[in-house]
């Protein structure tokens, strides 16, 4: 149990539905983070919060939408996905990004299958 | 922006022998270079890191080294057993936010 919980496990949805992927961290960090981990390819970040404030948007479509409502929870809202987002989605939080050891701890991940 | 590298993608080790992965990463300015393991149906877990004023660190089985002028860093894992079975990433970080990851290594452990 690494201290950071993703929930639902699995997900379908077809192109035209919207869908929200849940991340809870138990661990009191300050820094939370949505990866995309795909098939033999480097994971991608996606958004980076700290202390509720987005850090980082790489260049992620606007069919993804983030929510920091608070230290310990990240959403990431689904819209009118495409198939070639399905993936595994990966939430991480970490103590503080800013400085020195940069210790991302990561939650199981949100399989999602888009038809 | 940085761009690390991973080999080789695939590795399969008879149990006990030693495993070796590498990484090379583009920018000089990276600083901090973690290996995370993922097993099946879980997130990647942080293993072992190296800041870049070290050249070496070892925890049990697993060591890491560096260098710096080549712009490259290793994950050795020696007496290697089943439960090593995964697939491990490497990662290079200028010690903010960011951490750019290799592609990964699925390293299967034959009893």
């Given at each position: 149990e690494t201290g950071v919980t993703q929930t639902p496990r699995h997900l379908v949805?077809?192109?035209?539905?919207?869908?929200?992927?849940?991340?809870?961290?138990?661990?009191?960090?300050?820094?939370?983070?949505?990866?995309?981990?795909?098939?033999?390819k480097p994971l991608e970040l996606m958004f980076v919060y700290?202390?509720?404030?987005?850090?980082?948007?790489?260049?992620?479509?606007?069919?993804?939408?983030?929510e920091c409502p608070n230290s310990s929870h990240l959403f990431l809202h689904l819209h009118t996905l495409q198939p070639e987002d399905s993936a595994l989605y990966l939430c991480a939080s970490s103590q503080d990004g800013k400085r020195g050891?940069?210790?991302?701890?990561?939650?199981?991940?949100?399989?999602?299958s888009v038809l | 922006g940085e761009n690390v590298e991973q080999h080789p993608s695939t590795l399969s080790v008879q149990e006990g022998d030693s495993a070796v992965i590498k990484c090379t990463y583009s920018d000089s300015a990276s600083n901090y270079f973690p290996w995370y393991k993922q097993?099946?149906?879980k997130g990647p877990q942080l293993i072992?890191?190296?800041?870049?004023?070290?050249?070496?660190?070892?925890?049990?089985?697993?060591?890491?080294?560096?260098?710096?002028t080549a712009?490259?860093?290793?994950?050795?894992?020696?007496?290697?057993?089943?439960?090593?079975?995964?697939?491990?990433?490497?990662?290079?970080?200028?010690?903010?936010?960011?951490?750019?990851?290799?592609?990964?290594?699925?390293?299967?452990?034959?009893?």
């Open positions: 949805m077809g192109m035209t539905n919207k869908k929200s992927l849940k991340c809870e961290q138990h661990l009191g960090h300050n820094a939370m983070y949505w990866y995309k981990q795909s098939a033999k700290s202390l509720e404030e987005r850090v980082e948007n790489n260049s992620v479509p606007s069919r993804f939408s983030p050891r940069n210790i991302q701890y990561f939650g199981a991940g949100t399989r999602l | 097993e099946l149906g072992i890191d190296i800041r870049s004023n070290v050249g070496e660190k070892k925890d049990q089985r697993i060591a890491v080294t560096l260098n710096k712009k490259h860093f290793s994950l050795h894992i020696t007496e290697t057993q089943p439960e090593d079975s995964a697939v491990y990433f490497c990662a290079a970080s200028k010690a903010d936010y960011k951490l750019s990851f290799g592609a990964g290594t699925t390293v299967t452990v034959r009893a």
